[in-house]
C-alpha cells in the first residue's frame, strides 16, 4: 500500500510539477491538499508538507499532520527533510513518465523487455 501510494503521489506532484504555473488554479492546489488529507486519513504517512514554487514566488505552502503516529510533533512550513530515500522512486517515475511520453511504453511489461 505505502509503495502504491509512493509512486501515485509521485506521478500526481510530477502533474503539478509539469503544467504552466500560469493555468495553475485554486482548484488544482484543492486538489492536492485532499490528497495528502487522504494519505493522512489511510494512514500511508502520519504528515505532510507542500511547496509549490514558480517563477521566483511561492505559490502554495502548508504543513499537515504530524511527523511520527504517535503525533506529538506537528509539522511545519520551516521543517527540513532527507530526500535521499525518495530519490530512486521519484528517479524512476520521472523516467517513465517521459519515456512513455515519447515513445508510448506499456506500463505493464517488465523493465528488462526495455
Known amino acids: 500500500m505505502d509503495k502504491i501510494f509512493s509512486v ?3 506521478l500526481f506532484i510530477c502533474y503539478f510539477n509539469n503544467l ?6 485554486l482548484s488544482k492546489f484543492l486538489a492536492s491538499d485532499s ?3 487522504l494519505g493522512i486519513q489511510k494512514k500511508a504517512f502520519p504528515g505532510a508538507q507542500i511547496l509549490f514554487f514558480s517563477k521566483d514566488s511561492i505559490r502554495f505552502n502548508k504543513s499537515y499532520g504530524f511527523h511520527t503516529y504517535d503525533s506529538i510533533i506537528k509539522v511545519k512550513n520551516t521543517d527540513l527533510y532527507d530526500l535521499a530515500s ?3 522512486v521519484l528517479a524512476g517515475t520521472l523516467a517513465f513518465m517521459k519515456l512513455y511520453e515519447l515513445y508510448s511504453i506499456d506500463l505493464n511489461e517488465k523493465v528488462a523487455n526495455y
Do not use: E, G, M, P
Not at 20 to 25: D, F, L, P
Open 20 to 25: 504552466n504555473a500560469q493555468n495553475r488554479s
Open 86 to 88: 525518495v530519490t530512486k
Open 8 to 10: 501515485l503521489f509521485s
Open 35 to 37: 490528497l495528502i488529507h
